[in-house]
């Protein structure tokens, strides 16, 4: 008796069934080997599926945008592109700058996971109370007491916007606002917790360094860990990473706590960890590291940010508004040119260095800085075109971005 003709395909079917799902490929810490590599044009495409050539022009604008710096690229687990200037290099630890946000909030992600039984409500958490915000006591503003953990973390408490020209947003639209004072390291927590409101909660979005930082101290007061010892001890040990801090040390000041503002100082390589586990959905080998709900929410408009494409310290593109990129893009980018970008559809993570003198002084970390890769002392800020205002390095992060994604094969 002939067997039917779709006998075969069914058996192959079968025994595909039978077979171990393909396991996804983790990195070993640096000190183990490290990363796999894909740096040839050849493996870059077959391995990768990445025109390498194409990488050329993103690290160019790189270079060209900040003082020190350097592009890290990966893709499908696959080290394709390491390349560095200036003070940057792989063993540097320099101060990431806000970039370090999107450590705290992956931080508060996997805290409301773990201790859900003393946060029941998660994000939706009113935190200016005894329990969670002793040190805010008495408030100075009644309006606070409405104010939740994701509106903090999506920087739509109210706190006003930093810097010299400080602005909000609501529904999109700016809202131009006055300097006011903010952070003082030498008092971080109560100054951070004593700056004034500039509208109800909810009502507006204002990129303020208060916010995640008051997140920092939820975190603190509701997991009896100091920031820097949670992501120690739930990310940095899982995933390997080397030497790492947050700049602490400023002057004559040695800061009592880690600032969730940012201020992050890791190896490149280890930032790329930290990037690969989000692109992964939360996963590191065989455990749950961030749950993936989080990073989700992370990719998406928050219902707690209707304002701004800015959602729990990451900012992303589910509008489209970098039109070379996928929707489901995030990233979260810092002072000097530093941004880590995440985009899980293509199983790709960028990491842009960038950085002024200051920012690679090791007496920030006192943790050792290897030697300059090379001398840019006389390099100087350039124009975007010659006839715009600004600087390349003020459009470097979004083209740096859409130029990663198209260097990706479409296959």
């Given at each position: 008796m002939s067997l039917p003709r779709f006998y075969p395909l069914l058996l192959t079917l079968c025994i595909a069934s039978a077979l171990p799902a393909a396991q996804t490929y983790f990195p070993a810490p640096d000190r183990e080997g490290g990363w796999r590599e894909a740096k040839t044009e050849k493996a870059a495409r077959e391995l990768a599926g990445i025109d390498l050539a194409k990488l050329e022009p993103a690290y160019t604008v790189t270079e060209r945008s900040t003082a020190h710096g350097g592009l890290v690229v990966v893709r499908r687990g696959h080290l394709v592109f390491e390349r560095y200037f200036g003070k940057a290099s792989r063993n540097a630890n320099p101060d990431m700058a806000s970039t370090g946000k999107g450590f705290c909030s992956i931080a508060c992600g996997i805290m409301l996971e773990e201790f859900k039984d003393k946060i029941p409500q998660g994000l939706d958490t009113p935190v200016f109370t005894?329990?969670?915000?002793?040190?805010?006591?008495?408030?100075?503003?009644?309006?606070?007491?409405?104010?939740?953990?994701?509106?903090?973390?999506?920087?739509?408490?109210?706190?006003?916007?930093?810097?010299?020209?400080?602005?909000?947003m609501i529904k999109g639209k700016p809202q131009p606002l006055k300097?006011?004072?903010?952070?003082?390291?030498?008092?971080?927590?109560?100054?951070?917790?004593?700056?004034?409101?500039?509208?109800?909660?909810?009502?507006?979005?204002?990129?303020s360094s208060p916010s995640p930082h008051i997140a920092s101290i939820v975190l603190r007061n509701v997991s009896g860990m100091e920031l820097k010892d949670y992501i120690q001890e739930r990310l940095a040990k899982p995933q390997?990473?080397?030497?790492?801090?947050?700049?602490?040390?400023?002057?004559?000041?040695?800061?009592?706590?880690?600032n969730g503002a940012g201020s992050t100082a890791l190896h490149a390589t280890d930032v790329m960890r930290f990037g690969y586990c989000l692109a992964q959905g939360g996963k590191w080998q065989d455990r749950q590291l961030v749950p993936a709900a989080?990073?989700?929410?992370?990719?998406?408009?928050?219902?707690?940010?209707?304002?701004?494409?800015?959602?729990?310290?990451?900012?992303?593109?589910?509008d489209g508004h970098v039109a070379g990129a996928p929707k489901d893009a995030f990233w979260k980018s810092g002072a000097g040119g530093f941004c880590l970008y995440v985009i899980p559809s293509l199983d790709l993570v960028i990491y842009k260095l960038g950085g002024k003198d200051g920012q690679y002084d090791e007496k920030l970390t006192r943790i050792p800085q290897p030697p300059a890769t090379s001398d840019r002392s006389q390099w100087q800020p350039i124009p975007a075109t010659g006839?715009?205002?600004?600087?390349?390095?003020?459009?470097?992060?979004?083209?740096?971005?859409?130029m990663v994604c198209a260097a990706v094969r479409v296959e």
């Open positions: 005894e329990t969670y915000l002793p040190q805010a006591f008495p408030l100075n503003d009644p309006r606070k007491a409405q104010i939740t953990l994701g509106q903090l973390l999506c920087m739509t408490g109210g706190y006003w916007g930093e810097g010299q020209s400080p602005s909000g300097p006011v004072k903010g952070q003082d390291i030498r008092r971080l927590d109560a100054s951070s917790l004593e700056v004034p409101l500039w509208c109800d909660p909810g009502a507006g979005y204002s990129y390997g990473w080397g030497d790492w801090n947050y700049c602490l040390y400023r002057g004559d000041v040695v800061m009592e706590h880690a989080y990073i989700q929410k992370c990719q998406t408009w928050s219902p707690y940010n209707p304002h701004s494409p800015f959602s729990l310290q990451w900012e992303h593109n589910a006839f715009h205002e600004g600087t390349l390095g003020g459009q470097a992060l979004w083209r740096v971005l859409e």
